[in-house]
């Protein structure tokens, strides 16, 4: 790795832990400013059972004293503290077990979203103005308009209601493939309009006519001179897509019952749990930060013009 690429990377990593910390500081006091708190919803609980659990946990302390503690944790020991509700369990420990599967069908998720989209951007590029390239941004426009709930109900109605071929439940057997399917499309229809854009405007270029005049066959510009260039543009957006998609769509999990971090995040809000929101909110900010970062270095690597600054 040469200074100048070194020197970009350590910035970025300074830049990225630095909005980490950002997103740390303002969910915490976010959170902690509003009204009620985390055991208000609790059955006939007395306010001296509120006031031992606050001590329990810490609550009762200043708000700067809890701040500094929580960073301390979570900087020295990587613990969010335990979670308000789930008794007995902590917040990473939480985290963890629904991350197992929200990881599983988001990574399945985004490699059909990535190949699929590439492929059907192409076939438009190459098919421009014809059945084929409008028939594929149609579907896309749609698919791109609708929301996820809206996506998640349909197939719900039609793979499981109509047709009885799949189960609703996440956690059954073939319970994976409809939220597969669901978090895919948007992501895939993206890279299908911007790979299409991006070919386009390549296929235009004076290699690509120099190409064709030398007799390269169809095959051959394609995925010998345009694809690589016309990909940049879906590498800096895969890049934060993946990591939306792995920490879990909260509705599709909604939807499909499927046990991953989404749900344990919507209970969380719902019942003012501090440190799983907390957990959670991080998880997700440092997962898009570093895939940004991911993103830059592939972009270098995917068009060596391209100069860190």
Known sequence: MNP?????????????????????????FVMHSVPGGPFLGEKA??????????????LDKPLMTQYATYLKDIVTKFDFGPSLKQRGRSVVDVIGDGMKTSALIGVIAALIALVFGIVLGCVAALCRNTLADRLVMILTTAFVSMPSFIMGSLLLILFVVKLSLLPANGNAEGGLILPVITLSLSPMAHITRLTRSSMLDVLGQDYIR??????????????????????????????????????GSLVVEQIFAVPGI?????????????PMIMGTTIILAT???????????????????????
């Open 4 to 28: 100048k690429t070194l020197s970009y990377v350590i910035k970025r990593i300074i830049l990225a832990v630095v909005t980490v910390w950002v997103v740390i500081t303002v969910t915490f």
């Open 287 to 309: 997962l898009i930060v570093i895939m940004n970062l991911i993103s830059d270095i592939l972009y270098k690597i995917a068009d060596p013009r391209i100069r860190f600054e």
């Open 262 to 274: 989404g749900r344990n995040f919507i209970t969380s809000i719902t019942g003012r749990d501090y």
């Open 45 to 58: 609980i007395s306010a001296s059972a509120t006031k031992v659990l606050e001590q329990k946990y810490g």
């Open 210 to 247: 120099t190409a064709k005049a030398k007799g390269v066959s169809g095959f051959g510009i394609v995925f010998g001179h345009a694809l690589k260039n016309s990909l940049l543009p879906v590498i800096t957006y895969f890049g934060p897509m993946l990591a939306y998609i792995v920490t």
